[in-house]
């Protein structure tokens, strides 16, 4: 598989990645675009505009030293491949756009000018209770569409997940056109980590058009393993590329060979197989490529 073309403004250095820090004292890995973006930062994730929690389960704020959090408890879920289980799911629509179909009216989503098609998501978390040592997984979601009422099979889901060891697979990329039909591919982890119980996780995903590469479109999990500095609660901002998935137009997934790029109305941070979910700085920005 060909590299990925880099975004200009990115630096690596010894497996890390600087650049500009946002309002939160997050790193910004790639610089933004003039579009839409969200940021929780210390926003009440029960109240936030442009922000769902799912089935209005309320989070609960929680405080550690300096580090200020929220705390939400997972809901049961019968999955449609089969089976049931936990899950929590924090929907962010920082377009502020509306859809003209939902799931209930149509299989799947249509697009709109405002959706945000290269993004930098970042949330920072911390799970309890494996419940589901197959299933526990953090996921980073996001959700649009390119089809129109005629081509309901260009509805989309793609998705980057830190699992547990437990699961077979620490790190996946999934993809799903046609609901509830998903591929999965495991990907191979840059360095040693797997999500555990009690312990935070920094989590992004960068997700763009590859630059002068209309036909690939680039999939990056970072994480920092260790995000917190424990006196100030500030973000150290140790970020590593831990996997990568180059979607391209023609190379075939399992069901699918359709290139996903056209980017999402909602985006989602989701937990499966956890009692419960701490999180923090929650936040979603358009992206400045390279031209």
């Known amino acids: 598989m060909a590299p990925a073309m880099q975004p200009s403004a990115t630096t690596e250095r010894n497996g890390s990645i600087g650049q500009a820090i946002d309002d939160d004292g997050v790193a910004m890995l790639i610089p933004s675009a003039p579009g839409a973006q969200f940021h929780l930062g210390s926003g009440n994730p029960n109240s936030a505009a442009n922000f769902q929690i799912e089935r209005k389960t309320q989070a609960l704020a929680r405080r550690d030293g300096a580090l200020r959090y929220w705390n939400l408890a997972s809901h049961d879920l019968d999955y449609a491949s089969g089976g049931s289980g936990k899950t929590s799911r924090l929907h962010i629509y920082a377009s502020a756009g509306q859809q003209v179909h939902t799931w ?122 260790d995000p917190f500095d424990g006196p100030t609660g500030r973000p150290r901002n140790r970020w590593k590329l831990f996997a990568e998935y180059i979607d391209i137009e023609g190379v075939n997934t399992g069901n699918y060979a359709k290139l996903a790029d056209w980017g999402g109305w909602q985006t989602t941070l989701r937990s499966d197989g956890i009692g419960s979910l701490d999180f923090a700085l929650i936040s979603l920005r358009e992206i400045q490529l390279a031209k």
């Not at 989503?109 to 911390?126: C, Y």
Request: hydrophobic fraction near 40%; charged fraction near 20%.
């Open 104 to 225: 209930k009216s149509q299989q799947g989503f249509l697009a709109s000018p405002n959706d945000i098609r290269n993004q930098e998501f970042t949330a920072f978390v911390r799970v309890h209770g494996v419940i589901d040592a197959k299933r526990a997984a953090i996921t980073l979601k996001i959700r649009g569409g390119a089809h129109s009422p005629k081509n309901p099979d260009l509805a989309s889901c793609t998705m980057m997940t830190l699992q547990a060891a437990s699961s077979g697979a620490v790190a996946r990329f999934g993809k799903e056109l046609t609901h509830p039909v998903y591929d999965y591919v495991k990907l191979t982890p840059q360095f040693d980590a797997a999500l555990v119980e009690n312990r935070w996780f920094g989590l992004k995903l960068a997700s763009y058009r590859a630059a002068g590469a209309p036909s690939r479109a680039v999939n990056r999990l970072y994480l920092d393993d």
